[in-house]
């Protein structure tokens, strides 16, 4: 009996600070597996082929929508970006754990596609606190700033979208968190859970 | 903002090892408030009030009762035994996690009266090693035996109105699981979320 791995979807708003605690955890869990999106956008210096992307042309890009083979994809400044489920799902059914870290847009998107993912929102301790790392980022023009803050205010109200909140204060506490909810979830009571009562009935007979 | 403490109930069939489980992980974590039963049995040598049991009257046993003061009593060789809400819910207002060890069928009392509990199960590593732990204590005859392994089948069978399982294969494991638990439940996106949607809302004004 082969249990499923799951899908650990990563939201939260622009300068929460979701992808160093993405990265920490990839570091101390090799176990869990990041989800790789493919991009029609060129390569840049330094990025690798299934590591930062997949890098394909516009044309296989159109072909994989036609087969339905994205979870969700977006064009963003004239490129195309999207998360294939191939990759993801090939994990899940060997078992193995997927981190996939988004947008809030693209998470609902895939939310509605495979609820049976486990949603995380990460927030900020205050929205001061959110301001002030977008503004110590310091790539970002005044005008851009009050976007990032007006948007994070829209995407807060989606929280009740998501399965689980983490409030990311010290990136310590916030991984502690994040593999709290990851160990949980491999104890949930899941529609798997019959395979499970068939195994200690069969060894009865 | 207070955030209300959760209320964790922990069943699992005859056997399985769940009070050792229980009183390892109240060791380690002191925050953990054990609820406690009352009882119309005559208290034993060594027994304490209000840490073993809150020993009553049959009357006032009753007078409870009338009053809709238990989420769940049963009669047990003539003795009453109940869960009192008051004790309970008095933690979890205060914020603190509640651990409540419980027989299967009155957990499912209680998930009728408090479905925002937190449901465990403890399971064996298998049926054998159940039978092998109950043979071990030496405390049950042969037919108490057979008795308490066909209750385990029956119990198994309701494993889905729970919300994880634990298989208790080494005490260690199992800790750690529950706490993962615990843990993750702390950052679950419940009710309660609008308040704290409320709070980030309010610091911008």
Partial sequence: MKKKGNLFVICGPSGVGKGTVCKELLKRRPDIKLSISATTRKKRNGELEGVNYYFISKENFQDMINKDEFWEYAEVYGNLYGTPKKYVLEHINNGEDVLLEIDI???????????????????????????????????????????????????????????????????????????SIIEAEKCRVKDDIYKLIQKYKEEAK
Same sequence: chains 1, 2.
């Fill in 105 to 179: 847009q693209g998470a609902l998107q895939i939310k509605e596609k495979y609820p049976e993912g486990v949603f995380i929102f990460i927030l900020p301790p205050s929205m001061k606190e959110l301001r002030n790392r977008i503004v110590n980022r310091g790539t970002d023009s005044k005008e851009s700033i009050e976007k990032r803050l007006k948007a994070a205010f829209r995407e807060i109200d989606f929280i009740d979208k998501y399965d689980y909140y983490i409030i990311n204060d010290k990136l310590e506490n916030s991984i502690s968190k994040l593999i």
